[in-house]
């Protein structure tokens, strides 16, 4: 039961585990239950009831057993953490009182319960959720001993669950985060022989720079772009992994057979021997500027080599120019004109 128990996906865990409390302890139903510290209470994961028996359970209590809450009091936790092995006799006390006895009563006679036994599942001394079996009146019950032993795998198996429920969050997120940016991402990793090597990249990558980058995972950084090469890029980026600091530059000028572009680029540490480059085409800006300084340098041509005698003067007259001109026509130099 262990070892089948550590190779399963932890979406299989709790069918596998009920199915195999079941055979072992010859039960005629079982359900497992977890518990939420922040709202106090039980909720029922996996229970073992046929279709027949979830039906019943729909008409008495006006709803399936799945993924019902039951409210757990202080009192109550106390009494499962100091006995995490419990013989209950009614649906009502298994219930914590939430079911009452005029339904309760009844239900255990038309399913054929006899008795029920439940288990606090605990990890580090906090309560982790419960396992609860229900038996026939000719069945004895599970031993002490062995019931334990069982429930001390299954805490295991439940920490892991769990933990791997948060990874696939935390993956999941940081997926939605990297495929949400507007900005270009390339992953590498360094390897023991000091070599980047490609291993994934954002949608925005793509679209940016025009490429399909599947083809370059697991191919190193000059592999994927051999222009790198004569850069200090490849070891700005070793140097981000060994170190953890974070590396910026305005501006890389890059070019080969399929991309001619300037990028503004961002390179962080995401783990122990991997970073992140985040990137952004500033081609358009680039040539903006461009254009500016050289719309600057006409218009500073223009004004100190007219003819005509030209005088700019801000509203507020903070600020004076006079052209070559203005000066000779007044007679005055720039530093006499701007005193005036």
């Avoid at 209950?88 to 006390?93: A, K």
């Avoid at 981000?240 to 080969?256: A, C, L, M, P, R």
């Amino acid at each position: 039961f262990s070892l089948e128990l550590a190779y399963l996906p932890y979406n299989e865990i709790f069918p596998f585990i009920i199915s195999k409390l079941r055979e072992l302890f010859r039960l005629q139903a079982a359900w497992i239950t977890t518990y939420n510290e922040e709202t106090s209470d039980l909720t029922v994961q996996y229970s073992s009831l046929s279709k027949k028996e979830n039906s019943l359970l729909v008409k008495l209590l006006g709803g399936q057993l799945l993924n019902k809450k039951f409210p757990v009091t202080k009192e109550n936790y106390d009494r499962i953490i100091n006995d995490i092995y419990e013989i209950i006799p009614t649906i009502h006390e298994l219930s914590f009182g939430a079911i009452p006895e005029f339904i309760g009563k009844p239900l255990q006679k038309i399913l054929g319960i006899g008795w029920f036994v439940g288990l606090g599942l605990l990890h580090k001394n906090k309560l982790i959720g419960t396992m609860i079996m229900s038996g026939y009146k000719n069945r004895p019950y599970p031993n002490r001993d062995e019931i334990l032993a069982f429930t001390g795998i299954v805490v295991n198996a439940l920490v892991r669950k769990k933990a791997e429920e948060s990874l696939s969050v935390s993956e999941n997120r940081y997926k939605l985060i990297l495929e949400s940016i507007p900005m270009g991402m390339h992953i590498y990793e360094l390897t023991d022989e000091n070599k980047l090597v490609f291993i994934g990249y954002n949608p925005a990558a793509n679209q940016i720079l025009g490429i399909d980058h599947s083809d370059f995972i697991g191919k190193t950084i000059e592999e994927v772009f051999p222009p790198l090469k004569v850069t200090e890029v490849p070891a700005r980026y070793k140097d981000v992994i060994k170190t953890g600091s974070v590396w910026k530059t305005e501006q890389i000028d890059y070019e080969d057979d399929k991309i001619n572009s300037a990028f503004n680029v961002v390179a962080f540490k995401i783990t122990s021997n991997q970073m992140a480059a985040m990137f952004l085409d500033i081609t358009k800006n680039k040539i903006m500027q461009e254009a500016l300084i050289e719309s600057e340098e006409k218009y500073r041509t223009l004004f100190q080599n007219s003819a005509l005698a030209i005088g700019i003067r801000s509203i507020d007259g903070s600020d004076t120019e006079f052209n070559e001109a203005y000066q000779r026509m007044l007679g005055y130099s720039l530093e006499e004109l701007k005193e005036m």
